[in-house]
Each structure stands twice: as structure tokens, then as C-alpha cells.
């Protein structure tokens, strides 16, 4: 099996990659824009046209710059004459909704675009994967991790959407593989490769600056289990002492790793900061980070000079940060690193802010211990869970057999014979932790750094585990064992088409039953609307369809006609519409009960609306819950009937 499975490597890793490619592409057609798309889409269209970086300044622009480099394709009037642009304060969801749908451009096709380059670095990250697995492990670990990723249902799920979650697991996976390759080999090339891993992380998602400290920690390790003495820098052949040598070249090293993506990370920026007015910044600033002390309406007459004097100036500002920051923006050069460093200061905010979550029945705006675990346990595919768990007892075995007081030694020459193993694994369980005391509970996308990682792991400890066998009985059988899991992971996964986002595996009887256990991006993004429009036009008995809708799509883009002013032009706003013939109604929880009709409900809406009847006193949907649904769309999105008496 092996020895076909390392004959047929790269064919097998094409046919696998080239079926998430087909799935990927009619998802893209298919899906809805989900809710984060409203803002990264423009944003993205924004900084490729204009260089101006005022919309979506809490992630990187990396991401954001492929989807707008697509969109220079096709034809598209961005609104930047609405006040979203002009005068508003970040003002990306106002604008997202005017390029999509009320500027009468394209919505399907700007969405379809914007998405494909995303959906291209996807494919080129399963690539990455089995390449770079291969060099440190072999074919079969290599094939075996592509296979993981090519059909995981929470990476088909994501892979297409403009979002940072798939490209932040590219890129830690690139920095890490670098930095792993940096410490096993240590030169000036090596050292400049894991820079622009560390680089590209940094440009990608703001969570990339936890890789800054995990570095460091693990350089330490690498100078206390280091026997040999590193080349990098001419300067260490004055240096007498192994220890003294490997501190003083891994400290240099460090910092230049460090100072040098920071470096590039401003260059990166100042392209999109090049025509982004320093005032508006300044504004930007002031009101992202909560210390707004002027009126808006002042920037509009205030100089930069003034704004500046004034932001810096307040005898209650005791914020250091925010001053720097708006001292930095105060001067053209230092500008694009201002942009940077704010971004990561809206993510510290947000992340101290906590967001509304409904978890086992459960609704709260702070964080869920048990959160991520019950996640990770019920949308991964329980074949891989099965592997991963041989993976832990086989290690844990391993690590048993062996005297406590010899751990410490074997963990040093593991270091550095295996430096990626130790390196994925100790990240793993680093940033795992940190997510798990974070206040954010988002979805399993948030833990997509790490599971690229996993199935690296378990790829390498399963191939290992049949090397362990000593006859050929034994060997027979784990093979037909490992077949069964590895059908099974692919029937899990394929069976659920096109619904991935609300993948859950079969301990709660799969995605029609995740709305018990998890909203939001667990299930419901918004990416079925239109599959809600196919399925109404399927019924012509559905006369009126009350929708209460949670995501980036907009229903009366697809139910309503259009509005037009006494000069035949189109009514550019969202009371552009014209829904009187239509069957879509506008809804909400405060609306109350009906005593007949149809009512559709986004199932984010119907299990959070508990949190707002707790906590504010308004209606939710409990009149709801208690009937069975007539029909669900793609696991995400609830129709009733209710007809007088029930």
C-alpha cells in the first residue's frame, strides 16, 4: 500500500486537490455571501483601486488585495461617492452593501470573483502541504495529510470564502514550516525564508503576532539542546564556546527574523496607505480604539495639523498607545506602520469584548471554556478523530517506556533531529490554549492554524505505527483497518455536498441537528439564501415567506425588483426596492408570533434571539422552536407553515 501510495504521490495529491478544486468552484457559484464578505470584499476592491486603507483596518490586507485584484476584471462602480466612503468612519458595511447590491452591479459575479483567488491559494496550499510534509516525513505521511486537508468538510466549508480563516492556516503553516527548517539548518538563506514565512503571516491575520513570542520561546530551547555549534554569521568563528556561540547567533537571528518582516510589513503597507488622507486615519484611530473625544463633523473642517494638536493633546488621554499611534500617523513615513500597529490594537479590543454565542443551549456575549473542544470534537470527522487518538496513545506509549529522568534529553535531541515535529506540536497545543482562554468563540475557523498541523501529526504517527509491525498478519490488518477509516473520512465528508459549513459528524447524528449545539459560522454564515430562493421558487405554495436572514446575502437583491427615479435612473440606496409583488417579507423576533403563514428563520437568529429576551426584554423564538420545521435549507436556514390553531 505504501509503496503504491509513494509511486502514485503527485498523481494522487492532483486527483485529490483537483476535487476540492470542483467543489470549491460551485460553492463559489452557489454559496451566498456569508457575513465577514460584506467587509472584505470592498475593502479589498478598495485598496488595489485607491491605496486607501479605511476600510476594514482590524485584518491584514493580503487576502483582501487578491479578491480586489480579481475584481479589476470585471466592470464594477464602487460607491465612493456614498457617505459610507466619504464621511463615515470605517464604514465598510454600509459600503459592502452599496458595490454588492445597490449600485446595480453584479453581485453574483463580483462575489464569484472575489472569491476565486482565494479558492487558487486554497489548492496552492495543498500543495504547500504535501511538498513541505514530504521533505520532512516522506510520500505516504505527505499524501496521507493532503488527503486530511483536500476533503476536510471544514476546509471545503472555507477554502472559497473571502475571509482571513483558510489564508491565516497557509500562512502559519508556511512560517512554521520555515522556522522548523531555519533551526534544523541554520544559515543566512534559511534564516531569510523563515522571514518571509514570519512575513507573510504578519499580512495575512493579526493573530500571526503570536508567533513572535513562540519563536523566541522556542529559540531558547533550541540553545539549551544544541551540541553543535550554528553557522550563520561570519563573526561566530570568534566566538569560543558552543553555548555562547549559539546564543549569540540564535539571539541575532531572532531579531533580524523579527525586525525584518516588521520591516516589510511597513513597506507592504505603505502601498495601501499612499493616497489614505492622514486626518481620516487620525479619525480612524480615535473612534476604533473607543477615545473619540472631538465630533465627527469637526474632521471635515479641522486641518491634520489641529487634529493631530487635539488627539495629543487632552489631559484625560492617558493612553499610550492610542498617542503613539496617532503621532506616528502625524508623519508620511511612519504612517503605514500606524495602520499596522492599530490593527493590532482593534484585535486586543475586540478580543477583550467578547461577541454573542450560542453554545449547548446556551446564549452568552462572554466566552465558553469548553467551547473550541466541543467543537474540534463534533466537526471533525470522527475517522480522523479515531486516528488521532491512536496517534496520542502511540506517543504517550512511547513517552512511557522511557525513564521520567531521561525525558529532558530526549525532548533536546528530538529538538533538533525533529524540529518540526516538536515545532507543530508545541504550536498546537500553544495556540489551542490561548484560543481556549480567549474571549472570542467564533467557530472552529478559528482553530484552522492548528488543524493543518494535526493532520501532519497524525499523518507522520500513522505511518510510523506500520513500520511497527512485525508480521505480516498483523500488518494486513492494520491496513484494512486504516482503509475502512480513510473510506469512511471521505464518505463523511463527500455525503454532506453542498452543505460543508454546517458539517457536524455522526455522535449528533450530522448537520441537521448542529443548531442544538452551535450557531454562526459553525453552521450559519448566510450561505444559503439563494438556495432559499430556488427552494421557494420550487413551491409556488409559499404565497408570502416572512425571512428573518443572517448573513451577507441580501433578500431583496434576489426577491425584489428594482426602483427607479423620474429620470429612469436607478435608485442607489437601500430603499431602492420594490418588494409590494413580491413573496418576501421582512422579519424579525420583535415582530412577534403569527397565527398563520410562512415564516423562514436563519437558525443564528432563532437561537440567539433567547439572549436579547433574557438580557433586554425583547421577543424571541420560542414559539418557533417547538414546531418541527417544513423544510431546512442546507441545515441553515428554517421554514415553517403555521396554520390558525396549532
Known amino acids: 500500500m505504501k509503496k503504491f501510495i509513494e509511486n502514485h504521490a503527485i498523481t494522487l495529491v492532483a486527483v485529490l486537490l483537483l476535487v476540492k478544486l470542483v467543489i470549491g468552484l460551485f460553492l463559489s457559484a452557489t454559496d451566498s455571501a456569508i457575513v465577514d464578505e460584506i467587509a472584505h470584499i470592498p475593502a479589498g476592491y478598495s485598496y488595489v483601486e485607491y491605496s486607501d486603507y479605511r476600510l476594514n483596518p482590524e485584518h491584514p490586507p493580503l487576502l483582501k488585495d487578491l479578491a480586489g485584484i480579481a475584481l479589476q476584471f470585471i466592470d464594477a462602480t464602487f460607491p465612493q461617492d456614498h457617505i459610507s466612503w466619504t464621511e463615515d468612519v470605517n464604514g465598510q458595511w454600509e459600503s459592502g452593501w452599496h458595490f454588492l447590491y445597490h449600485y446595480g452591479n453584479n453581485a453574483d459575479l463580483i462575489v464569484f470573483a472575489a472569491r476565486l483567488p482565494l479558492l487558487l491559494l486554497s489548492i496552492g496550499f495543498g500543495f504547500l502541504i504535501f511538498f513541505l510534509t514530504r521533505k520532512f516525513f516522506g510520500s505516504f505521511p505527505a499524501v496521507l495529510a493532503t488527503f486530511f486537508y483536500a476533503l476536510s468538510p471544514n476546509f471545503l466549508a472555507h477554502s472559497h470564502f473571502v475571509t482571513t480563516d483558510m489564508g491565516i492556516a497557509f500562512a502559519v503553516f508556511l512560517s512554521l514550516s520555515t522556522f522548523a527548517i531555519f533551526v534544523k539548518n541554520p544559515s543566512k538563506k534559511t534564516l531569510a525564508l523563515a522571514t518571509f514565512g514570519l512575513f507573510v503571516a504578519h499580512i495575512t491575520k493579526f493573530s500571526s503576532v503570536l508567533l513572535v513570542p513562540f519563536y523566541f520561546l522556542g529559540l531558547v530551547f533550541v540553545i539549551i539542546a544544541t551540541t553543535r555549534a550554528p553557522k550563520i554569521f561570519a563573526f561566530e568563528k570568534q566566538i569560543k564556546g558552543v553555548r555562547t556561540k549559539a546564543f549569540t547567533s540564535y539571539a541575532l537571528s531572532y ?187 467564533l467557530g472552529i475557523r478559528h482553530l484552522f492554524p492548528v488543524l493543518p498541523l494535526i493532520y501532519i501529526l497524525v499523518a507522520y504517527k500513522t505511518d510510523s505505527f506500520f513500520d511497527s509491525f512485525k508480521t505480516n498478519t498483523g500488518h494486513k490488518i492494520a491496513v484494512g483497518v486504516f482503509g475502512v477509516l480513510v473510506f469512511w473520512f471521505a464518505a463523511s465528508s463527500l455525503s454532506i455536498f453542498p452543505n460543508y459549513l454546517s458539517y457536524f459528524n455522526e455522535i449528533i447524528g450530522g448537520g441537521r441537528n448542529g443548531y442544538k449545539y452551535f450557531t454562526d459560522s459553525n453552521i450559519d454564515w448566510g450561505q444559503d439564501l439563494k438556495r432559499l430562493a430556488v427552494w421557494t421558487d420550487n413551491h409556488p405554495e409559499v404565497d408570502r415567506l416572512r425571512l428573518d436572514y443572517f448573513g451577507g446575502g441580501e433578500p431583496r437583491y434576489l426577491f425584489c425588483t428594482r426602483k427607479q427615479d423620474n429620470n429612469g435612473s436607478l435608485i442607489r440606496s437601500s430603499n431602492g426596492y420594490n418588494c409590494e409583488n413580491s413573496r418576501y417579507i421582512e422579519w424579525h423576533s420583535n415582530y412577534g408570533q403569527i397565527d398563520d403563514g410562512w415564516v423562514a428563520v436563519s437558525v443564528t437568529f432563532l437561537q440567539n434571539a433567547k439572549f436579547y429576551a433574557e438580557r433586554f426584554g425583547e421577543q424571541d423564538y420560542e414559539w418557533l422552536l417547538t414546531r418541527q420545521p417544513y423544510a431546512k435549507i442546507g441545515n441553515s436556514i428554517f421554514v415553517y407553515k403555521v396554520e390558525p390553531g396549532q
Open 255 to 441: 531579531i533580524l527574523l523579527v525586525t525584518v518582516s516588521l520591516l516589510a510589513v511597513w513597506g507592504f503597507y505603505a502601498f495601501h496607505t499612499a493616497n489614505f488622507p492622514p486626518d481620516k486615519q487620525i479619525e480612524l484611530t480615535e473612534v476604533s480604539l473607543g477615545w473619540q473625544q472631538y465630533e465627527p463633523e469637526q474632521t471635515t473642517v479641522m486641518s491634520q495639523a489641529e487634529l493631530i494638536k487635539l488627539a495629543i493633546s487632552g489631559s484625560t488621554r492617558k493612553d499610550a498607545v492610542r498617542e503613539e499611534l496617532v503621532r506616528m500617523t502625524g508623519s508620511r513615513i511612519l504612517q503605514p506602520l500606524a495602520q499596522y500597529f492599530l490593527g493590532v490594537a482593534m484585535v486586543f479590543t475586540r478580543v477583550s469584548g467578547g461577541n454573542t454565542t450560542f453554545f449547548l443551549g446556551e446564549v452568552n456575549n462572554q466566552s465558553f471554556k469548553w467551547y473550541f473542544p466541543v467543537s474540534y470534537l463534533l466537526k471533525t470527522p470522527l475517522s480522523l478523530l479515531m486516528l488521532l487518538m491512536l496517534a496520542i496513545v502511540l506517543s504517550a506509549n512511547a513517552l512511557l517506556k522511557r525513564k521520567i529522568k531521561t525525558w529532558w534529553a530526549t525532548f533536546k535531541k528530538f529538538l533538533i533531529k525533529r524540529p518540526e515535529v516538536v515545532i507543530f506540536f508545541m504550536f498546537t497545543l500553544y495556540y489551542t490554549g490561548i484560543s481556549i482562554s480567549g474571549n472570542l468563540n
